[in-house]
């Protein structure tokens, strides 16, 4: 599955974990970017380490930089504005459960973004950015076996 043209959106090569930090604060942090339906998502500083890290020892610490999904920090914005990218509900492993309100977006193959949801007071649907990544094939298969990602419907308590 290949939404869009990948060889069209460039890979970033810059210098150093600094560069592509400043590149991720000053790109995402400090703009607003909407998903294609319309949905605000906010960066926060501290998703840095958790998108463009990886674990060294396969133990879930992330403790070194990724080049790999550094060199895709524009993938992200394109990822969240591309209408054709395919969506699904996002695993919870400490729920052991789908939630409509953690969206992953499937594009170019193999890239995954994934997004946390909540309604506002106001009723309006925002979203947090969590990570981004290129999902290895067992990963790929487990998210094409997810539900499809359906908005989900503000209850009455919320």
Known sequence: MVVGRL?????????SENEYAEYYYKTYCSKQICTFDGIPITFRKKQFYHAFFESSKGNKKKDI?????????KWIAYTLK???AILYQGWLKKKRCYDPFRRVTLIYGNYVVVIQLRYTKKGILVGDFITAFVAEDDTISKIKSSPNWIRPIKKAAD
Do not use: G, M, P, V
């Open 82 to 84: 591309e209408s054709k």
């Open 65 to 73: 930089f990724s080049s790999i999904r550094a060199e895709r920090i």
């Open 7 to 15: 060889s069209e959106i460039e890979l970033t090569n810059l210098t």
